[in-house]
């Protein structure tokens, strides 16, 4: 009886959450919806048609792939950290129409200089930028609820990942690759950016209360210790993560990327990985939402070693399994951790490195993942292409999970101790709260 009054309670909260909160909850997942625009899953769906108008090799259109991500990581290093000094609803509008554009370049593309200028702005502004926007103001807005928070915020990356490739290739075999990428920006520049202006007109104050079991940490207490982006790049435990949380940016865009080859080694239809993604993204809408409750009770440094366990199976599901019900259970997996590591990438660094610099150290960390899938296309393909097996490829990745994942066990006592708040002793000047 206890524990379904507790479920209960658990539930109405989350509605009565919801309810309050619904503005800025809303507009954190329609900047992760409207990333869709940018992402790999997104530009592959036209990615033949794209080959074929310039006349591109799969290698070929990689490496073009991997220089404009490249470039777009390099620029949201740089520039990220914007996002500290502007209020959300003018970057929202802006990162809209500036995606609007990017999908206009890319409709009106004639040459392999103008391809790579719009794959740099879709890249730039729609994986970069809408999520990096939305998570930053999840883990800024949000203390005591921030993990519940992310994971309605998420809840846009799977929405479009069931969605849009049914959607997509309709209009493309309807009206043309081209005229699909019209209609995305009409979509972005005429529906997203006046709605983004109006929905996050009011920018939120965090004004959360610690809870009452003390389980999850506010960034509100007094004499927290905030990072500078410059010193978490000196932090040993930021780079002893690093393996782990650039793992699945890496592995997932590679495995988007050579989907089509996956299929004809495996024997399959590219419809049959196809139909496997409303799979993905429904597990991905249950682990995001389960991890995001386990966040606010157990904090994210707790959950963090479970995140990519999931990724492991899936990768060797799909490495051994040649029945095509290896595909839908493999992106059921992959979801799960999709799903958790999203609520994570929201609440992780906040927990660690404080607030008042979240947007510099998650502009780093978002470059740093830009950069790993711009990474997976072409290693993978590199090794497909001397003749390394897709099963043993995908083995490698799942023992990098599961050796990231044993790192992550060993950092606990360092990871506690960065959550704690604390000043570290190696760093002179203390930009404290309330300072």
């Not at 524990?3 to 503005?23: D, L, P, Y």
């Not at 949201?76 to 990017?102: E, K």
Request: glycine share 10%; aromatic share 12%; with cysteine.
């Amino acid at each position: 009886m206890s524990v379904f009054t507790g479920s209960h309670s658990a539930f109405s909260g989350a509605v009565s959450f919801a309810r309050v909160e619904w503005r800025w909850l809303l507009t954190g997942l329609l900047l992760a919806f409207g990333s869709s625009f940018g992402q790999t899953y997104f530009i592959s769906l036209s990615g033949a048609e794209i080959r074929a108008t310039f006349d591109l090799s799969h290698g070929g259109f990689g490496l073009i792939y991997t220089i404009a991500t490249t470039a777009s990581a390099l620029v949201l290093l740089r520039y990220g950290g914007i996002v500290d000094r502007y209020p959300v609803r003018w970057l929202a509008v802006a990162t809209a129409v500036a995606l609007g554009l990017g999908c206009l370049v890319m409709a009106a593309a004639q040459h392999l200089v103008v391809l790579v200028l719009a794959l740099f702005l879709l890249r730039l502004f729609g994986q970069g930028m809408m999520s990096h926007i939305a998570l930053t103001a999840m883990g800024r807005w949000y203390s005591a609820r921030r993990g519940r928070a992310v994971a309605v915020a998420t809840l846009g990356f799977p929405v479009g990942e069931a969605l849009w490739p049914l959607v997509v290739v309709g209009v493309i075999a309807a009206v043309g690759w081209r005229t699909s990428w019209v209609m995305a920006a009409a979509l972005m520049i005429l529906v997203a950016a006046p709605l983004f202006y109006w929905i996050a007109r009011q920018e939120r104050t965090p004004l959360n209360p610690v809870p009452a079991d003390g389980a999850a940490a506010t960034d509100e207490i007094c004499g927290r210790f905030h990072w500078r982006a410059e010193d978490v790049r000196r932090d040993w435990l930021f780079a002893a993560l690093l393996p782990g949380v650039l793992a699945p940016a890496f592995m997932a865009t590679a495995i988007y990327f050579h989907q089509a080859y996956i299929a004809e080694v495996k024997g399959w239809s590219i419809a049959t990985i196809a139909a496997s993604y409303p799979v993905f993204a429904f597990c991905s809408v249950v682990s995001g939402a389960t991890v995001g409750f386990l966040v606010d009770w157990f904090s994210a440094r707790r959950v963090l070693p479970f995140a990519l366990l999931p990724l492991a199976v899936g990768l060797v599901t799909l490495a051994l399994g040649d029945a095509p019900v290896a595909s839908p259970l493999a992106f059921a997996c992959f979801g799960l951790s999709a799903g958790c590591g999203a609520t994570l990438a929201g609440t992780l660094w906040a927990e660690l490195y404080g607030i008042r610099h979240l947007g510099a150290v998650r502009a780093m960390v978002v470059a740093l993942q830009v950069f790993a899938t711009a990474l997976g296309p072409s290693i993978t393909g590199g090794f497909f292409d001397f003749g390394v097996s897709v099963a043993a490829v995908l083995i490698a990745m799942a023992v990098w999970c599961l050796m990231a994942s044993v790192g992550y066990v060993l950092c606990a006592s360092a990871l506690a101790t960065r959550a704690s708040g604390a000043a570290p002793r190696n760093i002179g000047a203390c930009d404290m709260e309330g300072s």
